[in-house]
């Protein structure tokens, strides 16, 4: 099973960017779906975006427009472009692999966002 490993989070301003990285213990060129999920203090878990091996990308309602997902097979990596944070962005931001879109194989240990106002 790959291992994940996020950075890239911090303490940003809203209207700024911010790129989150995940970095893959190993090959993710065979993995059928890359992505990142979110979880805010209170809510539930929820999708900010993914990407699959031929490179097609899917974003959660509340970031597209905003939001830009991309894998390097080559690098093993997926970075997470962020652009126009609001504070409800704010939250903790998980990479993950999986074999479909709907079954997440692997999860990292996630990193912190936090959008001040």
């Known amino acids: 099973q790959v291992q994940l490993l996020e950075s890239g989070g911090g303490l940003v301003q809203a209207g700024e960017s911010l790129t989150l990285s995940c970095t893959a213990s190993s090959s993710i060129a065979s993995i059928s779906v890359m992505g990142w999920y979110r979880q805010a203090p209170g809510k539930e878990r929820e999708l900010a975006g993914r990407?699959?091996?031929?490179?097609?990308?899917e974003y959660g309602n509340s970031v597209k427009g905003r939001f830009t997902i991309s894998r390097d097979n080559a690098k093993n990596t997926v970075t997470l472009q962020m652009n126009s944070l609001k504070v409800e962005d704010t939250a903790v931001y998980y990479c993950?692999?999986?074999?479909?879109?709907?079954?997440?194989?692997?999860w990292g240990q996630g990193t912190q966002v936090t959008v001040s106002s």
């Open positions: 993950t692999a999986g074999r479909s879109y709907f079954e997440v194989d692997s």
């Open positions: 990407i699959t091996r031929s490179g097609h990308a």
